[in-house]
C-alpha cells in the first residue's frame, strides 16, 4: 500500500505563490508516476499535472501551463507542485495521487493512490 500526504496550502493574494509538497511511503511506492489533480467548490475533480517516474515527462492542464511546475525529489520520496502568479479561479482542494506505473497519465481512473487533499485559497 502507498500513502501519500500533502501539505504547503493556505490562502494567498492573487499573483501570489505557494509550493505544495506530497510526501509518498509505504512498501510498494517505487517506480509510481504522481500527479496533482484539484476540486473547486461545485465542480468536478480536474486534472492539473503530472511527473513521470523518469522525470523525462510531464504534462499541465492548459489552465495551469506556464504558471504551475511539477518536480520530485527521489531521495525524499516526494512530489512539489510550484504555483505562481496565481488566481482566484485556482482556488480549490489539491490532492496528490500516485500510479502504480512510471508512466504520466491525465485520467483521475488511471490513478491507485490518493492523498488527503489540501486546501488553497488564492484571494482577488
Known amino acids: 500500500q502507498v500513502q501519500l500526504v500533502e501539505s504547503g496550502g493556505g490562502l494567498v493574494q492573487a499573483g501570489g505563490s505557494v509550493r505544495l509538497s506530497c510526501a509518498a511511503s509505504?512498501?510498494?511506492?517505487?517506480?509510481?508516476?504522481m500527479g496533482w489533480f484539484r476540486q473547486a467548490p461545485g465542480k468536478e475533480r480536474e486534472f492539473v499535472a503530472v511527473i513521470s517516474w523518469s522525470d523525462t515527462s510531464t504534462v499541465y492542464a492548459d489552465s495551469v501551463k506556464g504558471r504551475f511546475t511539477i518536480s520530485r525529489d527521489y531521495a525524499k520520496n516526494t512530489a512539489y507542485l510550484q504555483m505562481n502568479s496565481l488566481k482566484p479561479e485556482d482556488t480549490a482542494v489539491y490532492y496528490c495521487a500516485a500510479r502504480r506505473t512510471v508512466q504520466a497519465a491525465t485520467r483521475q481512473d488511471q490513478y491507485a493512490y490518493w492523498g488527503q487533499g489540501t486546501q488553497v485559497t488564492v484571494s482577488s
Open positions: 509505504g512498501r510498494t511506492f517505487s517506480r509510481n508516476a
